[in-house]
């Protein structure tokens, strides 16, 4: 019994060294890429850096590595590093530089960036509040399947802020945003039922 416990021990221990090994390299050929500008990999390797994975974290240093992504063109980068800004992890917080950021992300493709921004619209952080924008902003979320968009579009539309009131609407939206694993459009679809 002994020492099939000591047998499952070495084991373990063996493949937590391996593991181990596996990120460091991970991340060294993260670095590497990065250095040449493979931008894809700038971004993964921020978010090693935001995170602690593999590495100790620093997230001023991931925000610097996000600035470079987002600057080849990685709109996932910009939508980071404008999340950066809007909580001050890294960065001074600047609500109206997290806004260009969202905007770049938005504009670029990462339907995150326009939940993002379309949250501060709706809030007037860092921008002139504007809940018409905040709907449009959350409507193509939506439409590009982000469940947060869907559930803040929906509840948009149960109350008619930005958009005209439309029950029916929010319900069809709370419940989009359910089925793709959302707690609040489920609890609103639950509400707007």
């Known amino acids: 019994m002994i020492r099939n416990i000591s047998f499952i021990l070495i084991v373990l221990l063996f493949n937590i060294a391996i593991l181990q090994a596996d990120d460091i390299q991970t ?18 390797l921020g978010v090693s850096y935001e995170n602690g994975y593999g590495v100790k974290q620093d997230k001023k240093k991931a925000a610097q590595i996000y600035k470079k992504a987002c600057d080849g063109g990685k709109a996932k980068g910009c939508t980071n590093l404008g999340h950066m800004y809007d909580d001050g992890n890294g960065v001074r917080q600047d609500k109206k530089k997290a806004v260009q950021l969202y905007k770049k992300g938005c504009d670029g493709g990462n339907i995150l960036g326009c939940t993002n921004l379309g949250h501060m619209y709706d809030d007037g952080d860092g921008v002139k509040k504007d809940k018409k924008k ?7 979320a939506c439409d590009g399947g982000n469940a947060i968009g869907c559930a803040d579009l929906g509840y948009m539309y149960a109350n008619g802020y930005g958009v005209k009131l439309d029950k029916k609407k929010a319900l069809q939206l709370s419940k989009k945003a359910c089925d793709a694993g959302n707690a609040v ?4 679809y639950k509400i707007y039922k």
């Open 27 to 44: 991340f060294n050929k993260e670095t590497e890429a990065c250095k040449k500008n493979n931008y894809r990999m700038c971004l993964n």
């Open 185 to 188: 459009g489920c609890s609103n």
């Open 134 to 140: 905040a709907a449009q902003l959350y409507k193509k």
